[in-house]
């Protein structure tokens, strides 16, 4: 089974919308962490948001927001007033911290702005 | 502070060729990894490191060495290349390994052809 599931291989968004992206995973270790990176089209991983598994509250940074919902598993980014520069690949992972060291990736999804 | 770099940004190996690598860190981060991403896909732990003189393997280690005689640096090695190592690699730090602080920040990457 995969442990980190987009559903969503493509979206647009029109420009200053908000727009979700969505995750789910799968886990059995009560401690772990949810990561959230954008890939632009010149390739770097560029982080953008954290949260805990034990954190209470939802993690926020500047635009963007991790809607969590530990219940059912899932880490959806919120992307609030899109730019264009927002057109990128984004990347859900997650790490179990009674495992190696590694994180676990998601498919992606593309996301598109429009003018 | 340069963050994570990688050299070199782009090469072109012929099969059975070896080469190196090369990451680095300036923000005293403990924890180090390699990455390998292949079209369409998320990333894959290569090997990682908990600290200098310290090194383990992740998902993906055949093929490859690590060795981290530094805290700072933290190089491939390919012993000898395949076509099935043509990969875009990424090198990544953290500086621990619960909260925040696992967040793993990643270098700009690194395209291997091998021909």
């Known amino acids: 089974a995969q442990k980190i599931t987009q559903t969503q291989p493509g979206m647009f968004v029109q420009e200053k919308e908000a727009v979700t992206l969505d995750c789910t995973y799968d886990?059995?270790?009560?401690?772990?962490?949810l990561f959230w990176y954008k890939q632009p089209s010149s390739g770097e991983m560029i982080f953008l948001i954290y949260?805990?598994?034990?954190?209470?509250q939802n993690a926020t940074e500047g635009r963007y927001s991790l809607n969590f919902q530990k219940a059912r598993k899932s880490a959806n980014l919120v992307i609030s007033a899109s730019q264009l520069g927002d057109s990128a690949m984004y990347f859900c992972a997650m790490r179990e911290r009674d495992s190696s060291y590694k994180l676990i990736f998601g498919s992606g999804t593309r996301l598109l702005v429009r003018p | 502070n340069a963050g994570v770099t990688q050299t070199p940004k782009f090469q072109v190996l012929k099969t059975g060729q070896s080469m190196t690598l090369q990451c680095a860190q300036d923000?005293?981060?403990?924890?180090m990894s390699w990455y390998r991403q292949d079209p369409g896909m998320g990333l894959r732990l290569i090997h990682y490191?908990?600290?200098?003189?310290?090194?383990d393997q992740g998902e993906v280690p055949n093929g490859y060495n690590v060795s981290r005689s530094t805290t700072e640096d933290f190089p491939l090695r390919l012993l000898s290349a395949a076509p099935s190592q043509t990969s875009v690699y990424f090198c990544a730090s953290s500086r621990g390994t619960s909260g925040a602080q696992e967040t793993q920040y990643f270098g700009p990457g690194t395209r291997l052809l091998v021909l």
């Open positions: 886990t059995s270790d009560p401690s772990y962490g």
């Open positions: 923000m005293n981060h403990e924890y």
């Open positions: 490191s908990v600290g200098a003189g310290i090194t």
């Open positions: 949260q805990g598994s034990y954190d209470q």
